[in-house]
């Protein structure tokens, strides 16, 4: 393969890891809004819902196509066990296992919310919450092994990321921490999503959150 192919892919790969960090933040942030029932100004809840759902797959696709398209640029070797086995690529072995532990982590979202109604709602809602865990490595694999994120204004549009997301989760707490019997904040975040109207539940149940 020519250096232009190589090339190719090697931008192919930076701007779709671009663009599947910026959709992972939004369903994060829109997974927030319709567990906590609330929706975006203009958009009906259902609509947010339906939009965090339709944004996940979205994701999903950006991430695919920015793995394949790294381990097809040959100008560094990544295998295809390097990619979803954390911290065994020889290239960048913390950082890209880092976003080899994001990719595994939204492996098990996935999954889990295919199969959500032969695994039941409390046993999806407690993997869904590894979501809260898969975007920080996701960011961290971002801002670690991109090249341009470090300057610029990629490295602005991360900080924004990492902004939106912070607000959100704060916003998040703070209102559970509101409702009586604060001790039981964890029980009660899950409960909200139980809570929810059922078409928010299913589309909470079909995306990554
Ligand atoms: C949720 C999963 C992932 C997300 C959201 C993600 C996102 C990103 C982002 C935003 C960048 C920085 C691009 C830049 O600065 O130009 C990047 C770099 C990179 N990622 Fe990922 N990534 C993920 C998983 C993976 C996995 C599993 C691999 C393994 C093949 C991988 C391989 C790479 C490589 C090779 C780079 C470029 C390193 C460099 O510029 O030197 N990523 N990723």
Known sequence: ?????????????????????????????????????????????????????NLSLLAVLFVAVHVITAIADPYVTIGIAAAVIPFTSAYETFWLGLGAAALDLMAALIVTSLLRARIGRRTWRAVHWLSYAAWPVALAHSFGSGTDMQHGWLLWLGIACAAAVAAAAIWRVAAALARPGRAQLPAMMLADVEQAPEPE???AGAGVR
């Open 201 to 203: 539940r299913a589309a």
């Open 1 to 53: 393969m020519g250096a232009t192919s190589s090339t190719a892919l090697w931008y192919a790969s930076r701007s779709t890891g671009v663009i599947a960090l910026v959709l992972l933040t939004a369903v994060l942030v829109l997974g927030i809004l319709v567990t906590r029932k609330r929706s975006l100004p203009g958009l009906p809840r259902f609509g947010t819902a339906g939009l965090h759902r």
